[in-house]
């Protein structure tokens, strides 16, 4: 996927999103007179140095006068070449002289950006590709991205063709995968063709991120081992995260009644089956949470008519995950793991690898399986504890390296992880699932396969 590896490291920690209002405003406003300046108080993160910082929305303005600058010079809309970005860079300071000074200092190369640092003025502007970076004391304390500059010239990107594609990016805000997304996939038993589109973007107010999918994956489904009970529809859905998600004070337990997550191939993850033991046909109906012995539908002595990704259909057809997807981050472990989605709370769920001081290993769950055998009676199933059900295991702290909701801090930022292991991907949410993530009444939960699976 094409995506930015690195922002330059003395520049993240003023990061933020620019309204994508931006991009309405530039597409139809060609000819920009600058802004002049106000003398404002310095501001925050630049000591010493006198600053002339302006209101937010002159802020933004100014932002856009620097991209129109760079993107009407730019006609193939990229800065490719180290010669490429000092011709933007020097077009921009021909026509935007008080902002950019001491005019051509020197175009540093830093991990894929070219970063020209303007010490009179104190603002680095930063190009990468089709992307254009701008932070400094007249646009504010914040780093701010503009975007693609295809999509605030007003034109539409072509859409990045993921079909069975890998990832590979780690960062953890959902703003930085950003772009339109397309797959051809296929159902394999019914030999039917699909296309897969997801769309990610930000919201005008800079709060979320959201994603739009038609639910079909990037990769082909349905294949021998499958047992789906409804054939899979393209079924559109819309989600959203917030950009910076936030511990709530206590764990809010997964339920059947908000889906866990959304991956970036545009298909959600609904962990919990309604299907409990001596309840209805033991296969749907098990809608309530605090009822005992609910059936793991990724346990091997189960039967939910999943295909090889560890997936199957909702009643309106909706293709979801149990657990590991078994797509998108590479399952042999060759490298660290990416970024593969985020939860309903807006935390990043990772896939299964790390690095640990140079070895590259899986992450261990925390949740073992009891010991002893369950009660029997009419309403328990009796029987050893063998992960039959979620309530055959319980969370042993310290005991591997996820905590209660499977999720641990690394390098700064708090995700869960795919594990080959109950709780598969998480067990609860560490933030406040956002209410996108709020099924809709008669939208179904995941149910066992058709008569013969349990």
């Not at 520049?11 to 139809?28: G, V």
């Not at 001491?102 to 894929?112: D, F, I, M, Y």
């Not at 993850?269 to 009822?291: H, K, S």
């Amino acid at each position: 996927m094409k995506h930015l590896t690195y922002l330059p490291a003395q520049l993240n920690p003023w990061r933020t999103e620019l309204s994508s209002e931006l991009s309405t405003e530039l597409s139809t406003e060609r000819t920009l007179e600058p802004p002049t300046p106000q003398n404002l108080p310095n501001p925050r993160g630049y000591p010493d140095t006198p600053g002339k910082p302006l209101r937010r929305g002159l802020v933004q303005r100014t932002a856009l006068w620097l991209t129109t600058s760079l993107t009407l010079l730019s006609g193939a809309l990229q800065a490719d070449t180290l010669a490429n970005a000092n011709a933007l860079f020097a077009y921009a300071e021909t026509n935007f002289s008080d902002l950019l000074q001491p005019a051509n200092p020197e175009t540093q190369v830093l991990q894929g950006f070219y970063v020209r640092h303007y010490t009179e003025t104190q603002i680095h502007l930063g190009v990468q590709g089709d992307n254009v970076w701008a932070l400094g004391e007249q646009l504010g304390p914040d780093l701010i991205y503009v975007g693609k500059l295809a999509a605030v010239m007003g034109s539409t990107p072509d859409a990045v063709d993921i079909s069975d594609a890998l990832l590979s990016n780690r960062r953890p805000e959902c703003s930085y995968y950003a772009e339109n997304l397309t797959s051809a996939v296929s159902d394999l038993k019914r030999g039917l063709s699909f296309t897969g589109n997801v769309a990610i973007s930000v919201a005008a107010d800079s709060s979320e991120c959201v994603i739009t999918a038609n639910s079909i994956p990037n990769h082909d489904f349905n294949d021998a081992s499958a047992a789906f009970a409804t054939n899979v529809s393209a079924v559109d859905a819309e989600f959203r995260i917030p950009l910076n998600p936030a511990f709530a004070s206590s764990p809010t337990a997964i339920s059947l009644t908000t889906d866990t997550g959304i991956l970036l191939n545009g298909v959600k993850i609904d962990l919990l089956a309604a299907a409990c033991y001596n309840v209805g046909d033991e296969r749907i109906g098990c809608n309530d949470m605090d009822q005992p012995w609910r059936f793991d539908p990724m346990s091997p002595l189960t039967q939910f008519g999943t295909d090889s990704h560890n997936a199957h259909t909702q009643p309106d057809g909706t293709y979801h995950y149990h657990g590991n997807p078994l797509a998108l981050f590479d399952q042999q472990g060759a490298s660290e793991s990416p970024l593969i989605g985020f939860a309903a709370d807006g935390f990043p769920i990772f896939g299964s690898y790390i690095n640990d001081n140079g070895a590259i290993r899986a992450v261990t769950s925390s949740y073992q399986l009891k010991t002893g055998s369950r009660p029997q009676s009419a309403n328990d199933p009796g029987g050893t504890y063998d992960g039959t059900f979620v309530d055959d295991y319980h969370y042993v702290a310290g005991s591997g390296d996820l905590d209660e909701c499977n999720g641990m801090m690394r390098n700064g930022a708090y995700g869960y992880y795919i594990v080959n292991q109950y709780p598969w991907v998480l067990a609860c949410f560490k933030g406040t699932p956002n209410t996108s993530f709020n099924k809709s009444v008669g939208s179904g939960n995941s149910q066992m396969g058709p008569p013969g699976g349990m």
